[in-house]
């Protein structure tokens, strides 16, 4: 019933998220004008915006002019239902679940809305870090995510020095803030890693134009997050064999 309980609710946010992803990055308020199609402006029914129901019985149509709804809106609250699922099951019922949601929800955004501007929002991603910081050990959250956040900076200064062009964006910064908050040290730089092995592929092949690199960043998170005691495991036998 729990289970069940929050990967509706995770759903349901995921449902939120949609909103922030299409209007923040335009300058849209998120709360006014309530949900509306945005081919014919036509104010929805509550019955037309049921997370991923009202997607599937509608066909993927508005009700009202029959244009086409994006696949992406009932993906994205499933992704957030199983992201919640996968971190309750990894977290259990302690206070912090909420921030620990709320973060990594934040990170869902935020690389939804890299993937399709190239940018991101400071207001989603500053609220990334904060619901982040939300720690039994704050000052080691804090202290992590300061280290997390400087550490990235510097590398991304020497390779923007070595390929005389930016290679690090302020963005990817406060990720990085976010990433050491949630994983700590050395679990951080292990999704560094992870992440940019991730984006290798996909880098080479769009080389020219470039690939947005807070999906890897906040998937690596979210793998290292679930996975941190086989990766502890891993690097202790790498280490010290």
């Given amino acids: 019933m729990i289970a069940a309980f929050i990967f509706i609710f995770g759903v349901i946010v995921g449902s939120f998220l949609n909103v922030v992803i299409y209007r923040i990055p335009l300058g849209k308020n998120i709360a006014f004008p309530p949900s509306h199609c945005p081919s014919c402006k036509t104010s929805l029914k509550w019955r037309h915006n049921v997370p991923i129901f009202s997607w599937v ?9 029959h244009a086409s709804i994006s696949k992406r809106y009932p993906i994205i609250e499933l992704l957030s239902g199983i992201l919640f699922l996968m971190i309750y099951f990894k977290v259990g019922l302690v206070w912090q ?8 929800a934040s990170l869902l955004a935020l690389s939804v809305i ?5 940018a991101v929002p400071d207001s989603v991603n500053i609220a990334a870090l904060i619901f982040a ?14 280290i997390a956040a400087i ?11 070595l390929a005389k062009k930016e290679a690090m964006g ?9 990433m050491g908050a ?3 040290l050395p679990l951080f730089f292990v999704a560094i890693f992870l992440s940019a092995l991730i984006a290798l592929i996909p880098s080479l092949v769009h080389r020219e134009k470039g690939v947005p690199f807070v999906p890897f960043l906040a998937l690596s998170t979210l793998i290292i997050y679930i996975f941190n005691n086989q990766t502890d495991t891993l690097l202790t036998k790498v280490l010290y064999g």
């Fill in 57 to 65: 019985f509608l066909k993927g149509k508005c009700y009202f002019c």
């Fill in 97 to 104: 679940l909420p921030f620990v949601f709320a973060s990594f």
């Fill in 114 to 118: 890299d993937f399709d501007h190239m």
């Fill in 133 to 146: 910081l939300v720690q039994p050990d704050f000052i080691y959250a804090a202290l992590y995510a300061l």
């Fill in 151 to 161: 550490g990235l900076y510097a590398a991304g200064l020497i390779a923007s020095m």
């Fill in 170 to 178: 302020s963005a990817d910064v406060i990720v990085a803030g976010t």
């Fill in 182 to 184: 949630l994983l700590g």
